[in-house]
């Protein structure tokens, strides 16, 4: 499946209310008919946060909520994109001279990174200009992946204007590389899950080569995705990049100590993998290599606390292949053991990641007071969701009490209720709409 391309489904647009309106709008604001349509997901990671860019594996899930855009190539040289929502203004530039600003991750530069990473993968010039109108439905800044959704949307738009083709996972690591130039330097999970997925399975994502395996998760169970409304963009902050750095850092500590050549080592994984030693191990080389204490400025240019977070992307990667595990083998109490390595996972995070924050903390909290048997932060973190286990016969209840406990007792109830709240099941990955 991921040797081919993305699917081309025809649909009967009429028959679709979103698409139809979609249609209506793109009619009303370029006079002109859509030729084609794309949708790539936005996804929740269920277990494996911050160790997709040391080269450790995740497990994520596809979620129904999706970028879609609509598109029409055109004559001129000229890229006009226009999106649903008002709060995101118009926006149009020539297709042979994008420039993508770092310092402003405004919304347009995120499609401008998924053009640009399909026409520098095959060296295109002279490039037909197209209209989009895009419509998105994953709350922004959620750690949900609205952005890399639409990054991974605008790549696979751009491949089908330009009339060629690329397999699933060229696509994905295409697109996991051109995000990086508003600045994030991410690991890939996202993209490769928004365009791996497949409908009713998780996946386990492996890198170096680039990989999906089913995962089929506890049929007595659902996913409950809770926003905690503190919005936290990647590309708008340095949290994530300071994180990717002292990753890196702890890696070439990690190396020196153990005689390797730690100038050309980069990723956690890397060390793992020339040491040629499990993951418990890595924990024991971490707590025998690096001190607790943040290094100072003497041994390292800034303060970077190295032990901590080393420790977290070794003890996640390995709760990431125990989940699987569990999974594959589905003992009676399954639900309990895979709750149990999601609360583990969340505590990592807080405490040895430092990427979580009291709004997270407290709505963790509230999904176990009330029937989640696991709940953790998923995404960046620094705000946006939590993701929790809950058996299926408590979802109804649990979702109410959430529901008064969370939001209703603060403003936070201003913010959509079907965006704060509400189970996922693992859903489809990207694809090309053609009416008829």
């Known amino acids: 499946m991921a040797a081919v391309g993305p699917?081309?489904?025809?649909?009967?647009?009429?028959?679709?209310?979103?698409?139809?309106?979609?249609?209506?709008?793109?009619?009303?604001?370029?006079?002109?008919?859509?030729?084609?349509?794309?949708r790539a997901p936005g996804r929740v990671n269920i277990i494996g946060e911050h160790i997709d860019y040391c080269g450790y594996s995740v497990l994520p899930m596809a979620v129904e909520q999706d970028m879609l855009i609509a598109v029409e190539p055109v004559k001129t040289h000229t890229i006009q994109l226009a999106n649903t929502n008002p709060l995101y203004p118009d926006f149009s530039t020539s297709a042979n001279n994008i420039q993508i600003d770092r310092n402003n991750p405004l919304w347009h530069n995120y499609f401008l990174c998924g053009f640009k990473g399909i026409q520098e993968h095959f060296g295109l010039s002279n490039l037909t200009g197209m209209n989009c109108l895009v419509d998105g439905?994953?709350?922004?800044?959620?750690?949900?992946?609205?952005?890399?959704?639409?990054?991974?949307?605008?790549?696979?738009?751009?491949?089908?204007?330009?009339?060629?083709?690329?397999?699933?996972?060229?696509?994905?690591?295409?697109?996991?590389?051109?995000?990086?130039?508003i600045g994030t330097e991410g690991g890939g999970m996202d993209q490769s899950i928004s365009f791996l997925?497949?409908?009713?399975?998780?996946?386990?994502?492996?890198?170096?080569?680039?990989?999906?395996?089913?995962?089929?998760?506890?049929?007595?169970?659902?996913?409950?995705?809770?926003?905690?409304?503190?919005?936290?963009?990647?590309?708008?902050?340095?949290?994530?990049?300071?994180?990717?750095?002292?990753?890196?850092?702890?890696?070439?500590?990690?190396?020196?100590y153990k005689g390797l050549q730690w100038d050309q080592v980069l990723r956690l994984e890397e060390v793992q993998?020339?040491?040629?030693?499990?993951?418990?191990?890595?924990?024991?080389?971490?707590?025998?290599?690096?001190?607790?204490?943040?290094y100072s400025p003497e041994e390292i240019f800034l303060s970077f606390k190295l032990y901590q977070r080393a420790k977290h992307v070794y003890s996640e990667a390995a709760r990431v292949l125990q989940f699987k595990k569990i999974c594959e083998e589905a003992p009676a109490n399954m639900v309990q053991l895979l709750g149990e390595l999601m609360n583990q996972s969340h505590v990592s995070c807080r405490d040895m990641y430092?990427?979580?924050?009291?709004?997270?903390?407290?709505?963790?909290?509230?999904?176990?007071?009330?029937?989640?048997?696991?709940?953790?932060?998923?995404?960046?973190?620094?705000?946006?969701?939590?993701?929790?286990?809950v058996p299926t016969e408590k979802l109804s209840g649990f979702l109410a009490n959430v529901q008064e406990a969370y939001y209703q007792k603060s403003d936070r109830s201003a913010v959509l209720e079907k965006q704060n709240l509400f189970a996922t099941k693992p859903g489809g990955g990207a694809l090309v709409f053609l009416e008829g």
């Open 7 to 38: 699917a081309t489904r025809h649909v009967q647009v009429a028959e679709h209310p979103r698409l139809l309106k979609l249609k209506e709008m793109f009619q009303s604001k370029f006079g002109s008919i859509p030729k084609f349509y794309v």
């Open 137 to 181: 439905n994953i709350p922004p800044s959620s750690g949900l992946s609205s952005s890399s959704a639409l990054v991974c949307c605008a790549g696979l738009v751009t491949l089908t204007v330009m009339g060629m083709s690329l397999s699933k996972v060229e696509l994905a690591e295409i697109c996991a590389k051109s995000e990086r130039y």
């Open 197 to 256: 997925a497949e409908e009713g399975t998780a996946k386990l994502i492996e890198f170096s080569p680039l990989r999906a395996t089913d995962v089929k998760l506890p049929s007595g169970a659902v996913f409950v995705i809770a926003n905690s409304c503190v919005e936290m963009n990647k590309a708008a902050s340095s949290h994530y990049n300071i994180r990717v750095m002292e990753c890196r850092l702890a890696a070439k500590l990690l190396a020196k």
């Open 273 to 294: 993998a020339k040491l040629g030693v499990s993951l418990e191990e890595m924990l024991l080389v971490t707590e025998d290599a690096l001190h607790t204490e943040p």
């Open 354 to 389: 430092e990427c979580s924050c009291p709004e997270l903390d407290q709505l963790v909290d509230i999904c176990r007071k009330f029937g989640a048997h696991g709940s953790r932060l998923t995404g960046a973190g620094w705000g946006g969701c939590t993701v929790s286990i």
